[in-house]
């Protein structure tokens, strides 16, 4: 058993509170690799922000489990070596089972969701609370999801989205005790949230997603006041990183995200923690496509692994300034 507190983390217990009252965000950003989470801790440390390493089942399965919480402790120093201790979470993201949920406790995060959304309903509350119980043991915060998103991300996918019910709610977070919920209300997960009938075109040609369900996370809030709420699937799909990828040999044909200021206006209210992994993905690969068409010489990772990692920092310290609202609530 290794605690998350002998690396250096936070949970996310704190950390929510004073979003909440604050009126911002975290990013929750996911990472597999050194390039990831350095580029994730030097646009945090830069912005002073807080944050949220994500860790998905596909990660775990890339990099190992051992890899990865190394990482995290390495993430502490260096955000130490760059001059600022900013709270630092490391999170399991669409846990599937208390195996795997117990499995990263075990082994140092200090938070884990527990996605039990797919099983019927009295299902994802015993899976729920099971996880919760011992997760709460050790101190490690715990996420649940109401609600399915559609799309597709690493193992986590869905034809179809249900929107969450704000009837479930208080049922759910009390029977189960979790620390926050993961809800539905019309984002996706992938760089493909919707389909071009989906969406309307703005007079230049660009695809207009329909707007997110604020309806339904006003009456959450109503029956779950001052609750941790949490969006997932909200990257944004920047188009210039699209355009780059397109020109450079790739196909992101109607490729649709959530509009940057819909994600500000959530982060005002109870939701206080947004997931963001297909962004950084574009940002590296854009990077990554446009060296290797023009220099098609070029083999030397360093030359186009630092230059991604680069781009993934400047697109996370935007996201913290402008979107989440996070830059400067560091050491609040």
Known sequence: ???????????????????????????????????????????????????????????????????????????VEYAHELGCDIPIVLHLDHGDSFQTAKDCIDNGFSSVMIDGSHLPYEENIALTKKVVDYAHEHDVTVEGELGVLAGIEDEVSSAVSHYTRPEEVVDFSTRTGVDSLAISIGTSH???????????????????????????????????????????????????????????????????????????????????KINIDSDGRLAMTATIRRIFDEKPAEFDPRKYLGPAREELKKMYMHKNVDVLGSAGHALD
């Not at 760089?191 to 604020?214: D, S, W």
């Open 1 to 75: 058993m290794i605690s998350y507190k002998e690396v250096g983390l936070v949970n996310t217990r704190d950390m929510f509170a004073k979003a909440m009252k604050g009126q911002y965000a975290i990013g929750a950003f996911n990472f597999n690799n050194m390039e990831q989470m350095q580029a994730i801790i030097a646009a945090c440390v830069e912005t002073k922000a807080p944050v949220i390493l994500q860790v998905s089942k596909g990660a775990r399965d890339y990099a190992n489990i051992n890899i990865l919480r190394n990482m995290a402790r390495g993430s």
């Open 190 to 272: 992938g760089a493909y949230k919707f389909t071009p009938e989906q969406c309307t075109r703005n007079a230049e040609g660009i695809l207009i997603p329909p707007p997110l369900r604020f309806d339904i996370l006003e009456e959450i809030e109503k029956e779950l006041p001052g609750f941790p709420i949490v969006l997932h699937g909200a990257s944004s799909v920047p188009q210039e990183y699209v355009k780059i990828i397109n020109e450079h040999g790739g196909k992101l044909a109607d490729s649709v995200g959530i509009p940057e200021e819909q994600l500000r206006k959530a982060a005002k209210s109870a939701v206080c």
